[in-house]
Nanobody, 131 residues
Framework: HVQLVESGGGSVQAGGSLSLSCRTS?????????VAWFRQAPVKEREGITA????????YYDESVLGRFSLSQDKRASTVFLQIDNLGSKDTAEYYC????????????????????????WGQGTQVTVS
């Protein structure tokens, strides 16, 4: 069955950087699927911030994180990485990765953004705290 496991969260000083990992299993990574990152800050709704197509490597970024967030992947390890630079207090949140197993997932993401209703499988989350 499909599983996603996030890691790499922690406490970081403002201005610093952090790299989160999302290790996936249970589906053919590199086939037609998208893996996205969401975050949920205290007393706020969960928001989708970025996604990558596991076959083409095409990445999508919400405009709120452009320039500071960077996605990459290791297909052999079925893992997606999220690099966050110049962290600020607004980045304090629980970060989740999720998978959308649909061949044309990136077309949907480009049209609608990263919506949690489109993503079928979720990790348990990893906390990032910026002080």
């Amino acid at each position: 069955h499909v599983q996603l496991v996030e890691s790499g969260g922690g406490s970081v000083q403002a201005g610093g950087s952090l790299s989160l990992s999302c290790r996936t299993s249970g589906f053919k990574y590199g086939n037609e699927a998208c893996v996205a990152w969401f975050r949920q800050a205290p007393v706020k709704e969960r928001e989708g911030i970025t996604a990558i197509h596991t076959d083409t490597g095409e990445a999508y970024y919400d405009e709120s994180v452009l320039g500071r967030f960077s996605l990459s992947q290791d297909k052999r390890a079925s893992t997606v990485f999220l690099q966050i630079d110049n962290l600020g207090s607004k980045d304090t949140a629980e970060y989740y990765c999720a998978a959308y197993l649909y061949w044309n997932c990136m077309r949907v993401v480009r049209a609608r953004g990263v919506l949690d209703s489109d993503f079928n499988y979720w990790g348990q989350g990893t906390q990032v705290t910026v002080s």
